[in-house]
């Protein structure tokens, strides 16, 4: 195992000292290694709420991961009081010490919806947002697909909403979306085209004409065939449509007729 750095004398502050330690946890890839930081940052700091961070995204029983955390938003929660929540709310991530707490609720949300808790996970999603309305962690992405399979058209409506912007999975949720309100056939083609335009290659993979590849992207370009894939996977784009069979039956309708 590589040697740990000595980070104790490099800051007077105990919190500022384990945050650096966990910033080096990070980007540690030996997960002994990086287990032993974050046993030393919860030494100087038991309340370090990205120690437990690190140690929920690196475990594999959901169990152990929704503890982890549950106790990172916990740490979080006991650190900083209502005012605080009261003074930043709607700039959290801009402020640099709420990072950790968000990244612990993109954790927690995840896992619950693994875990089948769809509506705590949603309702997890949708705080991140109350707190910090430019989505800097993209939760909007998974949510909006979540709505769609929990059956709540009105929530996807007020993010399309919120959230008017190209993406291939705001143009698709938009489409989506038309079809299921039984929306007039020459607005539904409207969307269609501005869906289309946004990225060509998501109908391929819906409609099952191309395989979707086993790896993920981890970056895409907007319109790009990374940013379809990532879109059309079972757990975002993918499992909304799913859904709703009649919906990509429709779709294919259209697809047909374009060409």
Same mark, same amino acid.
């Given at each position: 195992m590589a040697k740990i750095i000595n980070f104790e004398n490099e800051l007077s502050d105990s919190i500022d000292k384990a945050q650096d330690i966990i910033w080096y946890a990070w980007d540690? +890839?030996?997960?002994v +290694?990086? !287990?032993?930081?974050?046993?030393?940052?919860?030494?100087?700091d038991p309340g370090c709420t990205d120690a437990y961070n690190v140690l929920g995204y690196?475990?594999?029983?959901?169990?152990?991961?929704?503890?982890?955390?549950?106790?990172?938003? +916990?740490?979080?929660?006991?650190?900083?009081?209502?005012?605080y929540f009261d003074e930043t709310i709607g700039y959290f991530w801009g402020v640099m010490e709420t990072r950790p707490f968000m990244r612990?609720?993109?954790?927690?949300?995840?896992?619950?919806? +693994?875990?089948?808790?769809s509506k705590e996970a949603i309702e997890t999603f949708n705080y991140m947002l109350t707190l910090n309305p430019?989505?800097?962690?993209?939760?909007?992405?998974?949510?909006?697909s979540w709505l769609f399979i929990?059956?709540?058209?009105?929530?996807?409506?007020?993010?399309?909403?919120?959230?008017?912007?190209?993406?291939?999975?705001?143009?698709?949720?938009?489409?989506?979306?038309?079809? @299921?309100?039984?929306?007039?056939?020459?607005?539904?083609?409207?969307?269609?085209?501005?869906?289309?335009?946004?990225?060509?290659?998501?109908?391929?993979? @819906?409609?099952?004409?191309?395989?979707?590849?086993?790896?993920?992207?981890? !970056?895409?370009?907007?319109g790009s065939k990374e940013e379809a894939i990532i879109y059309v996977n079972d757990e975002y784009g993918a499992a909304a449509w799913k859904t709703y069979p009649e919906a990509l039956k429709a779709l294919a309708e259209m697809a047909n007729e374009g060409k």
């Open positions: 540690t +890839e030996d997960p +290694e990086r !287990h032993a930081l974050v046993k030393k940052a919860l030494k100087i690196d475990e594999k029983d959901g169990d152990k991961r929704l503890g982890y955390f549950t106790q990172a938003i +916990e740490c979080f929660k006991k650190r900083y009081d209502q005012k612990a609720l993109q954790g927690y949300g995840q896992i619950l919806w +693994e875990k089948g808790r430019s989505d800097n962690q993209g939760v909007r992405y998974a949510l909006v929990a059956d709540d058209l009105k929530g996807v409506r007020k993010l399309l909403k919120t959230y008017t912007e190209g993406t291939a999975c705001m143009r698709f949720s938009a489409l989506l979306l038309k079809i @299921l309100e039984k929306k007039d056939t020459k607005l539904i083609r409207k969307q269609y085209d501005a869906a289309v335009e946004a990225n060509g290659y998501v109908i391929p993979y @819906l409609l099952k004409k191309k395989r979707i590849p086993a790896a993920i992207p981890d !970056h895409y370009a907007l």
